[in-house]
């Protein structure tokens, strides 16, 4: 009954959605394996963004004051939905009935029926009930990962981008129950949660997230912490703290105070600005946080001292982006160019100082990855360009053939097995083009429209196609002579 003076709220009708049995069992079966469950679960009906038609998304969440929130589900069907619908039920008595269901009706597909006095399952009515589940924190920002493996006994303590964090013993161990790998840290509206999720065992994702308060130790003074926390949390300057940290005059007193106070993505452009001086870059080589250590690893001006720290980094995400950096010294170029990791390797092959030598050797490199860099980089030398359009790779042989540096007797010889990479390469003979701008196909004709290196003459002809999207690249390609990229302009306006 509706509370004294509530407003009165017309039943919703009733809905009926249809899911896999063995997936909800799953997911019933994964928030009833702890230890102590807790009874109340919250079901929640909401539309699928990531799929079309009746396909819905069926979730359920749980709360435990110590252990935080967990939640998982599984995609299911509802003709006709119109809002979404929620209901908390107990736990328990859900489990019974759809497991009663299942054992009664073998076929993997499993109603429910909903409706505001509950679930029903093959006939059997799980009742609403009146516990509460609070709203699961969304953390859309993804700060440092924590792993978990190895953890020793007792708080676990780490440092983190919010500074120290620690999170209660009980909790590790909880989430290392619930087979989490790692744990991985954000924020909300200055509040830190901990997200973590087992590896997944099906298609559906029967695993729970797992989303839990952590205490922040950030300083020994609760009035500096507190001043901090509300600097963190002003709103409204995060424009002018990015358009001051993108201005290489900016003065170091002013990057200071934001790599101290602003945001956390301007946090990471200070990193990376080139006046922050020689010491915070050090400083943050050796100290900071994941994402930190990745923005400071693009900074232009790093001292040696960094660029050797770095590169011994333990993650491969913050030596590739250093083997993109300017500043690299040959000798930690070459060591990046042999790293373990195959995408340190892939951006070390694209870095402009990088010696013949070395890129020949990458050139044969076991991973696609690192051979498609190679044949991509207009300063690779033609016989290496001439080796890599015969790779075993089909996408390596592309991007060699659309290489500028690659030989006109190549162009020559792939035209017919490859004649879009042929007719988009701005090396390409002008012979090959006039054949390209002769093409039945269209979407050819398109290309060599779109090249740079195209003749004015023949531009001036595909000014006058019939195609929409030959006239559109025309009009756009910037050496199309003044009349024939009006016209095409014009033409495109008008069709």
């Avoid at 994964?30 to 963004?49: D, F, G, H, K, N």
């Avoid at 400083?283 to 900071?288: F, I, S, V, Y």
């Avoid at 991509?376 to 060699?400: H, K, M, Y």
């Avoid at 060599?448 to 023949?458: C, E, F, L, M, S």
Wanted: charged residues 20%; neutral net charge; contains cysteine.
């Amino acid at each position: 009954m509706a509370a004294p003076g509530a407003p009165s709220r017309d039943p919703e009708p009733p809905l009926r959605i249809t899911v896999d049995g063995v997936g909800l069992v799953a997911c019933i079966d994964a928030l009833l394996a702890i230890p102590t469950p807790v009874t109340a679960v919250e079901a929640r009906v909401v539309r699928s963004v990531g799929q079309g038609g009746d396909y819905v998304w069926l979730g359920f969440v749980t709360y435990h004051p110590s252990r935080g929130w967990e939640r998982n589900g599984l995609a299911a069907q509802a003709p006709g939905i119109g809002a979404g619908r929620r209901v908390v039920v107990d736990l328990r008595d859900l489990a019974v009935a759809v497991r009663s269901h299942m054992a009664a009706n073998p076929a993997r597909a499993c109603v429910l029926e909903w409706s505001d006095t509950g679930l029903t399952i093959g006939g059997r009515l799980v009742p609403a009930g009146d516990q509460v589940v609070p709203p699961v924190p969304d953390v859309p920002t993804v700060r440092d990962a924590v792993y978990l493996g190895g953890t020793r006994p007792g708080d676990l303590t780490v440092e983190s981008e919010q500074g120290r964090i620690r999170i209660p013993e009980s909790l590790v161990a909880h989430l290392q129950q619930r087979g989490a790998q790692v744990a991985e840290l954000g924020a909300v509206a200055g509040d830190v949660y901990v997200v973590a999720q087992s590896e997944r065992r099906g298609e559906a994702s029967t695993d729970p997230v797992v989303v839990a308060p952590v205490s922040v130790l950030m300083w020994s003074e609760e009035s500096a912490q507190a001043r901090f926390r509300e600097r963190r949390r002003q709103g409204g300057g995060e424009v002018e703290q990015l358009l001051a940290v993108l201005d290489p005059a900016t003065p170091v007193a002013v990057l200071l105070e934001l790599l101290d106070t602003g945001v956390a993505y301007v946090r990471r452009r200070v990193a990376g600005h080139p006046g922050l001086p020689t010491e915070i870059t050090d400083d943050l080589a050796r100290t900071g946080t994941r994402p930190m250590r990745i923005a400071v690893a693009a900074n232009p001006a790093l001292s040696p001292i960094a660029i050797d720290v770095l590169a011994r980094d333990h993650d491969a995400a913050v030596r590739a982006v250093l083997a993109a950096n300017p500043a690299l010294t040959p000798a930690v170029l070459v060591r990046l160019a042999h790293d373990r990791d195959v995408d340190v390797r892939a951006a070390a092959a694209r870095h402009p100082a990088l010696t013949p030598e070395v890129r020949v050797v990458l050139a044969a490199d076991g991973a696609v990855c690192v051979r498609a860099a190679v044949a991509g980089d207009p300063a690779v030398e033609a016989e290496v360009v001439r080796r890599l359009t015969v790779d075993t790779d089909p996408g390596v042989c592309r991007r060699a053939v659309a290489n500028p540096a690659c030989p006109a007797d190549v162009l020559e010889s792939r035209v017919a097995e490859m004649p879009d990479a042929v007719y988009a390469n701005p090396a390409a003979p002008a012979h090959l083009l006039v054949d390209g701008a002769c093409s039945v196909d269209g979407a050819l004709r398109a290309i060599v429209g779109a090249n740079p290196a195209t003749p004015g003459r023949i531009l001036t002809a595909l000014s006058r196609d019939p195609d929409a999207r030959v006239l559109r690249a025309v009009a756009t390609n910037p050496q199309a002579p003044g009349p024939a990229r009006r016209r095409a302009e014009k033409r495109v306006t008008t069709a």
